[in-house]
T-cell receptor, first 115, second 110 residues
Framework: DGGITQSPKYLFRKEGQNVTLSCEQN?????MYWYRQDPGQGLRLIYY???????QKGDIAEGYSVSREKKESFPLTVTSAQKNPTAFYLC??????????????FGPGTRLTVT | RKEVEQDPGPFNVPEGATVAFNCTYS??????FFWYRQDCRKEPKLLMS???SGNEDGRFTAQLNRASQYISLLIRDSKLSDSATYLC???????????FGGGTRLMVKP
């Protein structure tokens, strides 16, 4: 089955600890994205990557870091510098072509709680 | 000012009712528009794209008004299974970048 997997589904951390969220896709998509969703709010873009070994900051990149060493994988690290890390984190991927839009497929998400 | 605005609801409607949601966007250069559906504590899934001429998919009809910069979604003959949050989504540059509205919650009652 093709799709996007995120693990774990729920994650609990103490304040001050860095934590890495996993995102893997086997759809052969070029582009991958990380979003954060807070209750009652829309998804906000954290980082995105359109090609291996390259990524760009989204609207709320502060306190986060990413890597894209493989086409299939786009892990997100929530650092201790992120002031309000408790949220629902969603990874997405899509094909990419100049001038065309391709649907973004989402993984099931990771709920991170930091106390 | 939010880039994509939606009434958060909830819209409480009986089964079989017709319900409509609107969404406004601020970037007049936006080219692509979508409605996603998100069930409670799940990931968003594409419901339908919104074309300039309007489009229909079964009980769902989406319309775009570029002059007024708003998008609508009409659901006819509501089912219990339509209960979800509906996200208005606007593409804002050619790199497949999306801006999401905060969502409109629909609850269909028996």
């Amino acid at each position: 089955d093709g799709g996007i997997t995120q693990s774990p589904k729920y994650l609990f951390r103490k304040e001050g600890q860095n934590v890495t969220l996993s995102c893997e896709q086997n759809l052969n998509h070029d582009a991958m994205y990380w979003y954060r969703q807070d209750p009652g709010q829309g998804l906000r873009l954290i980082y995105y990557s359109q090609i291996v070994n390259d990524f760009q900051k989204g609207d709320i990149a502060e306190g986060y870091s990413v890597s894209r060493e493989k086409k299939e994988s786009f892990p997100l690290t929530v650092t201790s510098a992120q002031k309000n890390p408790t949220a629902f984190y969603l990874c997405a991927s899509s094909k990419l072509s100049a001038g065309d839009y391709y649907e973004q497929y989402f993984g099931p998400g990771t709920r991170l709680t930091v106390t | 000012r939010k880039e994509v605005e939606q009434d958060p609801g909830p819209f409480n409607v009986p089964e079989g009712a017709t319900v409509a949601f609107n969404c406004t966007y601020s970037n007049s250069a936006s080219q692509s528009f979508f409605w996603y559906r998100q069930d409670c504590r799940k990931e968003p899934k594409l419901l339908m794209s919104v074309y300039s001429s309007g489009n229909e998919d079964g009980r769902f009809t989406a319309q775009l008004n570029r002059a007024s910069q708003y998008i609508s979604l009409l659901i006819r003959d509501s089912k219990l299974s339509d209960s979800a949050t509906y996200l208005c989504v606007v593409e804002y540059n050619a790199g497949n970048m999306l801006t999401f509205g905060g969502g409109t919650r629909l609850m269909v009652k028996p």
